[in-house]
């Protein structure tokens, strides 16, 4: 005990005479990195809400969830409707691509592909991801819109289809990766099991894996979401800037994003309405997807399964 108390008292003597300044230094350098995107994320709140303050005091609640958008006329009118309806339209349209595509490359990756086989195709799939959605934008417009011209002759040159299909495309390696992380997760025992009860791995994947990974599948369905309703180019360029309400997807719409972009190119003069209207929509924009994205959370949290 007393050979204790002697080592004791001198690892204690020794952490006092060293100087730990690193020890110090780096938590507080942590903590700056850390709290620089809290910061940032206060400042783009408290400016978009300060901002689209000044557009709802000037503008009544119920004409922005109004139909009649025509914030460049004489007398302008600033109904967010058409607004709302193409972005959930292209996002629908994307995630109907994207869905289905990305969980068939996870379930195949995650439960048929060899080992050979998985490591070529997905980095090929990941690829997706690291294209730049102006150059999605043009592959809609320049190529994408020409061949459904081909199959629907109604379809316009500027339309929501189009960047709707490139998106979901755009999309894909999200939802796969995501799907194939949860899919992989589900522990071996739980298919092992399942294959020596006499299942096959069709039967095994449908039944035992999707089944085990079903919150992590529908948190990367609900991000997909998220991703494509905040998506700006792909529409700015190929669905169009039509204000007009419509859900013929044939026809050019306009989201909230290309709203955003097409004013900021200096359409609308710095303290107008108009101007405004743009942190109003950035503000409504903002809200959805972080909506969206604690929905993801929530359904992460709550369909989890712990093994």
Do not use: C, W
Not at 100 to 108: R, T
């Amino acid at each position: 005990m007393e050979k204790e108390t002697k080592v004791r008292e001198l690892i204690q003597k020794k952490i006092k005479e060293k100087n730990y300044v690193m020890d110090k230094i780096v938590p507080a350098f942590l903590l700056t990195m850390a709290l620089i995107s809290v910061f940032t994320t206060f400042g783009i709140v408290i400016t978009l809400i300060t901002d689209a303050f000044r557009f709802f005091s000037a503008v009544p609640i119920s004409e922005v969830f109004s139909t009649d958008l025509a914030p460049l006329n004489k007398n302008p009118r600033f109904g967010f409707i058409p607004l709302f309806v193409g972005t959930i339209t292209t996002s629908l349209i994307a995630m109907m691509v994207a869905v289905p595509v990305g969980l068939a490359a996870a379930i195949y990756l995650s439960q048929f592909a060899s080992q050979r086989v998985r490591k070529v195709v997905k980095p090929m799939l990941e690829v997706l991801a690291g294209i730049p959605t102006i150059v999605y934008g043009f592959f809609a417009y320049s190529f994408v819109t020409p061949l459904l011209m081909n199959l629907i002759p109604s379809l316009e040159a500027k339309n929501a289809l189009s960047p709707g299909i490139v998106m979901g495309i755009m999309i894909i390696p999200m939802v796969a990766s995501l799907s194939e992380d949860a899919m992989n997760a589900v522990p071996e025992i739980m298919k092992e099991g399942a294959l020596g009860l006499g299942s096959t791995k069709l039967e095994v994947a449908f039944k035992v894996v999707i089944p085990a990974a079903i919150s992590g599948i529908l948190s990367s369905i609900v991000l997909g979401i998220s991703r494509a309703i905040g998506e700006t180019m792909i529409v700015t360029i190929a669905s169009g800037s039509s204000k007009a309400f419509t859900l013929d997807i044939t026809r050019s719409m306009q989201t909230m994003t290309s709203y955003i972009v097409e004013f900021t190119s200096g359409d609308a003069a710095s303290g107008t309405t108009g101007y405004y209207s743009l942190y109003a929509v950035g503000l409504l924009l903002f809200v959805f997807t972080m909506g969206m994205n604690q929905l993801a959370h929530y359904i992460s949290k709550k369909y989890r399964e712990a093994y």
